[in-house]
């Protein structure tokens, strides 16, 4: 499903402020695509999402699928959030199927279906097991097979392996780049990390900050399946990581005490620096 994204911008008007999040957005994203949208904290990037969900509206522009205009949440498109959000009184299963049963789809047609999504996020045999016996990364695959049932052409995912440790995100990077081969679905995906913007990627749009707009786009032709640590992927992180370093800049200069500045900050020690005699 082809998504265009037309001049698009939003302001959050309240009493006591103005504020403009998103500044003439203009992308589009072709069918089958997987985008990674990458900017510093405060640029817009789940705004934008949730605008194309259809869950918050645009202040000014428009969105279109496949040249239709979005107006509201619609079943070609279905969101993952960065929560799992699944019903602890119910099992696995159940809570795979919620959504079918409450669109109508017959009993036997949806345990079809779940058990299909769970086959492809390997969790077939905890399908009785309730959420309080699953790990933080089974919760979040109990959630993209949840989301997969829908059959929708676009699946929106904002951070959904944020609060994950590294060795559950990085199965998951793997898993989802196969979902992806096989269900062929046009996946846009928001994250703040740049090595997982380009193991998923096809292409990683890199907002500017707040308010957001598109600073640039890099395209990631690189095989798949991709891992953590493949070379190949150094040059081009290294690439995104200098444009959304001066944007992260901008937040910190306008969010930090006057006298902040990165020279003074370094992320890493100075060579000059005692780490102690055991270094």
């Known amino acids: 499903m082809s998504i265009k994204v037309e001049d698009v911008s939003k302001r959050f008007i309240t009493k006591h402020s103005d ?26 990037k789940s705004t934008l999402l949730n605008i194309i969900a259809g869950l918050e509206e645009a202040t000014s522009g428009r ?29 696995v299963i159940d809570n795979v199927e919620f959504g079918m049963k409450m669109a109508g789809v017959a009993p036997a047609q949806r345990r079809e279906r779940a058990l299909k999504y769970l086959k492809m996020v390997h969790l077939t045999k905890f ?4 959420i309080h016996e699953l790990s ?12 997969l049932t829908f059959d929708s052409e676009v699946l929106l995912m904002d951070e959904p392996f ?10 998951l990077q793997i898993e989802l780049q196969q979902i992806w081969l096989e269900t062929k679905k046009t996946i846009l995906f928001v994250t703040h990390n740049v090595e997982e ?21 890099f395209q990631i032709q690189v095989a798949r399946p991709r891992q953590p640590g493949n070379v190949d992927l150094a040059y081009l992180m290294n690439n995104i990581m200098q444009e959304l370093k001066t944007e992260v800049e901008k937040v910190a200069k306008a969010e930090y005490d006057n006298d902040w500045n990165i020279q003074k900050n370094p992320v ?10 055991g270094v």
């Open 197 to 217: 913007a380009t193991i998923l990627a096809d292409r990683v749009v890199v907002m500017s900050a707040n308010p957001g707009g598109i600073k640039k786009e």
């Open 136 to 147: 933080g990364g089974m919760r979040q695959r109990v959630a993209l097979a949840r989301a």
């Open 19 to 44: 504020t403009e999040t998103l500044s003439r957005v203009n992308i589009e994203f072709k069918p089958g695509e997987f985008i990674c949208i990458l900017g510093p904290s405060g640029c817009g």
């Open 63 to 91: 969105v279109t699928l496949n040249g239709k205009q979005v107006t509201g949440p619609g079943p070609d498109r279905v969101v993952m959030f960065q929560e799992a959000a699944l019903f602890p009184w119910l099992n």
């Open 127 to 130: 399908q009785h097991a309730f």
């Open 268 to 277: 890493l020690p100075s060579i000059n620096d005692n780490l102690g005699s």
């Open 162 to 171: 944020a609060a994950l440790d590294s060795q559950t995100k990085m199965l």
